[in-house]
T-cell receptor
């Protein structure tokens, strides 16, 4: 079975532009998580979904960030407008039964650079 | 509140030497504990986990960790380091809800 698939792997954009990151979770998984990784702050949970419903978005830094999960096989994280401080690696992870059951399966990440 | 502290952001060991990566947690109830590994330009992969039962947990690639409730620790060890072990290692804790709390990571360098 394919793992978590993220696109694009790398994105370079200019300040003010809209950025859309995409994620396809593992088939059958009912939880999806978006994380951001930076040198300064480490891994931060931005938002997670259960059965396509956003459960906790308290980690979303600002209104510029939004995430959707229109169906069980697709999620997007959008930043509009983007700023240089948004530069980071964004990871999507999925899980069957939630984080408490043990294992998050991570995608390879989307490296975002905002100039 | 739950949190994880990883002592030492960088650890260097010689090839063949013992690997010891430290993790302490704070939790009001016994947590679930995890170690994840991240190789360059990749996502995190689960190394091992402790949920209940035996406190010594064995994982992939020869790693193991021991849950010590009295010390609130979950240190990761490997008897003999290999060059391929060079990576970033993250300790994580979870109990209530669906949040993983990740530590800040420890970068392991293996010296030939």
């Amino acid at each position: 079975d394919a793992g978590v698939i993220q696109s694009p792997r790398h994105e370079v954009t200019e300040m003010g532009q809209e950025v859309t990151l995409r994620c396809k979770p593992i088939s059958g998984h009912d939880y999806l998580f978006w994380y951001r990784q930076t040198m300064m702050r480490g891994l931060e949970l931005l938002i997670y979904f259960n059965n396509n419903v956003p459960i906790d978005d308290s980690g979303m830094p600002e209104d510029r960030f939004s995430a959707k999960m229109p169906n069980a096989s697709f999620s997007t994280l959008k930043i509009q407008p983007s700023e240089p401080r948004d530069s980071a690696v964004y990871f999507c992870a999925s899980s069957l039964g939630g984080a408490n059951t043990g294992e998050l399966f991570f995608g390879e990440g989307s490296r975002l650079t905002v100039l | 509140a739950q949190s994880v502290t990883q002592l030492g952001s960088h650890v260097s060991v010689s090839e063949g030497a013992l690997v010891l990566l430290r993790c302490n947690y704070s939790s009001s109830v016994p947590p679930y504990l995890f170690w994840y590994v991240q190789y360059p330009n990749q996502g995190l992969q689960l190394l091992l986990k402790y949920t209940t039962g035996a406190t010594l947990v064995k994982g992939i690639n020869g790693f193991e960790a021991e849950f010590k409730k009295s010390e609130t620790s979950f240190h990761l060890t490997k008897p003999s380091a290999h060059m391929s072990d060079a990576a970033e290692y993250f300790c994580a804790v979870s109990r209530t809800g669906n949040q993983f709390y990740f530590g800040t990571g420890t970068s392991l360098t293996v010296i030939p």
